[in-house]
């Protein structure tokens, strides 16, 4: 079975300063996705980015990176210039590549941004 | 597009009381999601359906039942409510498998059993 592991479940940072929160799985599965998910109070999920994991570059959207690295089945979040809007749960996703297209989220990491 | 919306927003139930929650996506989405959310537990599958008339065991599917009689339509029920289904219900549904696609989320339901 696979699994999704965050080991942060709270962080704080000031408005502009660079942040990383970590993410870590477990599968035997080759080939399948990856995704970071935000939670802002509204509750809403929203996704800030995601990588298959049969690339070798790290998805990047805007202001949101990742870095990935397959053996290490590591697959953490940067978010450079982080604004008062980026305040909200962030959830790690994996999801296997087939017919079974469950996601597995891992438990969130709640992050402040501070003015 | 309204996108995916969930309808109750809130409710309360008693122990033992029956409800259903609807989940409606105007995506013309093959494939839906029914999630819950509880502090300290992250996001965890319920059930799912890959298509119109088609559903699935997720990770925690006990005492709860689901139908997709339409496609645009993801009904989850609870037969005889317990204090441990209180949580958030998230809904979700998306076109195609895998990374292709997201899943797009509805707004979440907040149940509370007593």
């Known amino acids: 079975a696979q699994t999704v592991t965050q080991s942060q479940p709270e962080m704080s940072v000031q408005e502009a300063e660079t942040v990383t929160l970590s993410c870590t799985y477990d599968?035997?599965?080759?080939?399948?996705?990856l995704f970071w998910y935000k939670q802002p109070p509204s509750r809403q999920m929203i996704l800030v980015i995601r990588?298959?994991?049969?690339?070798?570059q790290n998805a990047t959207e805007n202001r949101f990176s990742v870095n990935f690295q397959k053996a290490a089945k590591s697959f953490s979040l940067k978010i450079s210039d982080s604004q008062l809007g980026d305040t909200a749960m962030y959830f790690c996703?994996?999801?296997?590549?087939?017919?079974?297209?469950?996601?597995?989220f891992g438990k969130g990491t709640r992050l402040h941004i501070l003015p | 597009n309204a996108g995916v919306t969930q309808t109750p927003k809130f409710r309360v139930l008693k122990t033992g009381q029956s409800m259903t929650l609807l989940c409606a996506q105007d995506?013309?989405?093959?494939?839906m999601y029914w999630y819950r959310q509880d502090p300290g537990m992250g996001l965890r599958l319920i059930h799912y359906?890959?298509?119109?008339?088609?559903?699935a065991k997720g990770e925690v599917p006990d005492g709860y039942n689901v139908s997709r009689l339409k496609k645009q339509n993801f009904l989850l029920g609870l037969e005889s409510a317990a204090p441990s289904q209180t949580s958030v219900y998230f809904c979700?549904?998306?076109?195609?498998?895998?990374?292709?696609?997201?899943?797009?989320f509805g707004p979440g339901t907040r149940l509370l059993v007593l």
């Open positions: 599968t035997s599965e080759n080939n399948y996705y």
């Open positions: 990588q298959e994991a049969y690339k070798q």
């Open positions: 979700a549904s998306s076109h195609q498998r895998g990374g292709l696609e997201t899943q797009y």
């Open positions: 996703a994996f999801m296997k590549h087939g017919r079974d297209d469950k996601i597995i």
């Open positions: 359906s890959v298509g119109e008339g088609t559903t």
């Open positions: 995506m013309n989405h093959e494939y």
